[in-house]
């Protein structure tokens, strides 16, 4: 059973930085993607950066390009953000979600739909305010 644990959420000033953490289990880390995806209060789902783990590609929206990064840990089945310069737009709650297409991590404005996650994270909270 494919298990997504996020963590790293929080609440930080504008301009602050945060690193969320989504540990994997259960799932064939180094086939397939992992896609990050954020949902503000009465907004649709989007996705926000993604990696192809078996040759590193990553996708950002252009929204974060320049200010996050994803990255992978693959002998901790771990895949990472690292938020920095957090601005008022980027508060949402955070998901992790596998990539499982036979080519994952093509285009980043794939709704959640067309990306068809195998398995979500629970999602965590990411908040900024001065």
């Known amino acids: 059973q494919v298990q997504l644990v996020e963590s790293g959420g929080g609440l930080v000033q504008p301009g602050g930085s945060l690193r969320l953490s989504c540990a994997i289990s259960?799932?064939?880390?180094?086939?397939?993607?992992i896609t990050w995806f954020r949902q503000a209060p009465g907004k649709e789902r989007e996705g926000v950066a993604c990696?192809?783990?078996?040759?590193?590609?990553?996708q950002y929206v252009d929204s974060v390009k320049g200010r996050f990064t994803v990255s992978n840990d693959k002998a901790k089945h771990t895949v990472y953000l690292q938020m920095n310069n957090l601005k008022p737009e980027d508060p949402a709650v955070y998901y992790c979600?596998?990539?499982?297409?036979?080519?994952?991590?093509?285009?980043?404005?794939?709704?959640?739909?067309?990306?068809?996650?195998?398995?979500w994270g629970q999602g965590t909270q990411v908040s900024v305010s001065s």
């Open positions: 979600a596998t990539d499982e297409r036979e080519v994952p991590c093509t285009n980043i404005n794939d709704s959640p739909d067309e990306v068809e996650p195998g398995s």
């Open positions: 259960g799932f064939t880390f180094d086939y397939y993607g």
């Open positions: 990696i192809s783990n078996s040759d590193g590609r990553t």
